[in-house]
């Protein structure tokens, strides 16, 4: 069984700084790609930042120079460096991986964490 957990969510005031965090546990041979998306109320999941097993990244247009992907591949973790917040940015942000259990396994399966609460209000 694979979980994967965030943290660092939380209530900030315009401007400031957010570190989120999605550690993946469990059965894991290796994980491809991991992805920050986010939900605000009344809208759709939007991706927020991608990130490939090579390190290769990509983002949102509305958080490029202001939010930071990368991942530690021995902890298994993928972080999320979010400046300059505005109250656009409030939404529920989830994590998720493409995990591979075994060798044999080539194509992997995605994988979703809780999500986490990110406010930004004065």
């Known amino acids: 069984q694979v979980q994967l957990v965030e943290s660092g969510g939380g209530l900030v005031q315009p401007g400031g700084s957010l570190r989120l965090s999605c550690a993946a546990s469990g059965r894991i041979f290796g994980i491809y790609a991991m992805g920050w998306y986010r939900q605000a109320p009344g809208k759709e999941r939007e991706l927020v930042a991608r990130?490939?097993?090579?390190?290769?990244?990509n983002y949102a247009d509305s958080v490029k120079g202001r939010f930071t992907i990368s991942r530690d591949n021995a902890k298994n973790t993928v972080y999320l460096q979010m400046n300059s917040l505005k109250p656009e940015d409030t939404a529920v942000y989830y994590c998720?991986?493409?995990?591979?259990?075994?060798?044999?396994?080539?194509?992997?399966?995605?994988?979703w964490g809780q999500g986490t609460q990110v406010t930004v209000s004065s």
């Open positions: 990130i490939t097993s090579g390190g290769s990244t």
């Open positions: 998720n991986a493409k995990i591979r259990k075994d060798y044999s396994d080539l194509l992997g399966m995605l994988y």
